[in-house]
């Protein structure tokens, strides 16, 4: 048990709609972040927030996007939803001088028709 | 570009055999994860390996790092069929911002 909780588990969209994808971290976790896992493919990177501010970005275009709130919470949006954003969405938190440990959620299993 | 390569991508062993796992990157780095992957599951942290010449053991497995060389090792030493899974590592490249590995999908088979 990582104490992070991603939700919902599994969700299905249609091409050109939005989704929002939530993450919850433990008390004092003031780093998150968000990697798209393809089919059969390792997880990639795709944006770090720290303390509520955006702190660095993979290659992933501005349709996706994050918010982290100050209750250690976190949301990834996907707008304009494409074919190819089928992937598991995994969340990873850290807590301040965590020791270089990342505790990963469950993910949330995208689906885009 | 940081870039992190594994081989083999596919490994099917014998239970009891031993096997190794190799983990390269491009760029340099201060630590290197390994992680584990059931299908449908999230990831497990394994290790992390923070210096040159780390080398941290779990049960039957064991991981090194060699920065010089820009390499990691993951060994398996007398498998089980409880390891099947996938493997994978991945490097740091700042805050704890990974760049995973394309994975190495193990069978043990009885």
């Known amino acids: 048990e990582t104490g992070v909780t991603q939700s919902p588990t599994h969700l299905i969209k249609t091409r050109g709609q939005q989704v929002t994808l939530r993450c919850s971290s433990q008390s004092g976790h003031n780093t998150v972040s968000w990697y798209q896992q393809a089919l059969g493919q390792g997880p990639q990177f795709i944006f770090q927030y720290y303390r509520e501010e955006e702190n660095g970005r993979g290659n992933f275009p501005p349709r996706f996007s994050g918010l982290q709130f100050p209750n250690y919470s976190s949301e990834l949006n996907v707008n304009a939803l494409e074919l190819d954003d089928s992937a598991l969405y995994l969340c990873?938190?850290?807590?301040?001088?965590?020791?270089?440990?990342?505790?990963f959620g469950a993910g949330t299993r995208l689906s885009v028709l | 570009e940081l870039k992190v390569e594994q081989n083999p991508l596919f490994l099917s062993m014998q239970e009891g055999k031993n096997y190794t796992i190799y983990c390269n990157y491009s760029?340099?780095?201060?630590?290197l994860y390994w992680y584990r992957q059931d299908p449908g599951k999230s990831l497990e942290s394994l290790f992390v390996?923070?210096?040159?010449?780390a080398v941290k053991q779990e049960g039957r497995l064991m991981a090194s790092l060699d920065t010089k060389a820009r390499l990691s090792t993951l060994h398996i030493t007398a498998a089980v069929h409880d390891l099947s899974a996938t493997y994978f590592c991945a490097v740091n490249f700042g805050n704890e911002k990974l760049t995973f590995g394309t994975g190495t999908r193990l069978t043990i088979i009885p």
């Open positions: 990873a938190s850290s807590p301040e001088g965590g020791r270089y440990i990342q505790y």
């Open positions: 760029t340099t780095s201060d630590r």
């Open positions: 390996l923070l210096s040159n010449g």
